[in-house]
Nanobody
Framework: VQLQASGGGLVQAGGSLRLSCVAS????????MGWFRQAPGKGREFVAS????????YFEGSVKGRFTISRDNAKNTVYLQMNSLKPEDTAVYYC???????????????????WGQGTQVTVSS
């Protein structure tokens, strides 16, 4: 599986961005998909995840209520809608996929099998 993330950019605090991640392969609809981010000098941090149907989502606490995650299995694409952006949201954002999973939360980067290349999000104050 190859993942291609896009949609990053420079935005002022309070603004919005929508990230997209397109996956290759015919089994996308069976994957758990996640978004992570990594700020300079920090480790990779979980942001959000979504199960195969889109019926179950999970968010890191600081983005809850501001970010939403969705997917379109017909387009092999997962989205991260980011609203009310803050300077502390500045980071490289990565999409990730896990091929086998059960009910529960997967918030460690070690739990994901495939990674995209990352897209830079910069929020100015």
């Amino acid at each position: 599986v190859q993942l291609q993330a896009s949609g990053g950019g420079l935005v002022q605090a309070g603004g919005s961005l929508r990230l997209s991640c397109v996956a290759s392969g015919r089994t996308f609809s069976s994957y758990l998909m996640g978004w992570f981010r990594q700020a300079p000098g920090k480790g990779r941090e979980f942001v959000a995840s979504i199960n195969w149907s889109g019926g179950s989502t999970y968010f890191e606490g600081s983005v809850k209520g501001r970010f939403t995650i969705s997917r379109d299995n017909a387009k092999n694409t997962v989205y991260l809608q980011m609203n009310s952006l803050k300077p502390e949201d500045t980071a490289v954002y990565y999409c990730a996929a896990r091929s086998n999973y059960h009910a529960g939360t997967y918030i460690s980067s070690l739990e994901y099998d495939y990674w995209g290349q990352g897209t830079q999000v910069t929020v100015s104050s």
